[in-house]
């Protein structure tokens, strides 16, 4: 699971990087006869404002990401609040 925006710094695989992983990912399964429908594609996208986020998992999705993780900097009660707002603002609109 590579670590998405905003985390630690710029070195993360941007959209491009991942789609390439993605495809080297999907040959291996493929060759070992495993349905790439059963993997999970996924990456950690820290928490920003709903519209940024939607676009960054816009972005991964069409890179070929089929799950994503809500990173959260500091556990307390403002990442609930985060994770209730990406839930009702995007969470719908997820394939």
Not at 16 to 44: C, S, V, W
Not at 61 to 66: I, K, P, W, Y
């Amino acid at each position: 699971m590579p670590i998405g925006p905003r985390w630690f710094d710029e070195s993360y695989p941007r959209p491009e990087q991942y789609a390439k992983m993605h495809d080297a990912i999907g040959e291996f399964l493929e060759k070992r006869g495993y349905p790439e429908k059963n993997f999970a594609f996924t990456t950690l996208i820290s928490m920003t404002d709903v519209t940024t986020l939607r676009k960054d998992i816009g972005h991964y999705v069409d890179a070929g990401m089929n799950h994503f993780t809500l990173g959260h900097n500091v556990p307390d009660e403002g990442a609930l609040k985060d994770v209730e707002v990406v839930m009702r603002e995007i969470g719908g609109s997820l394939k």
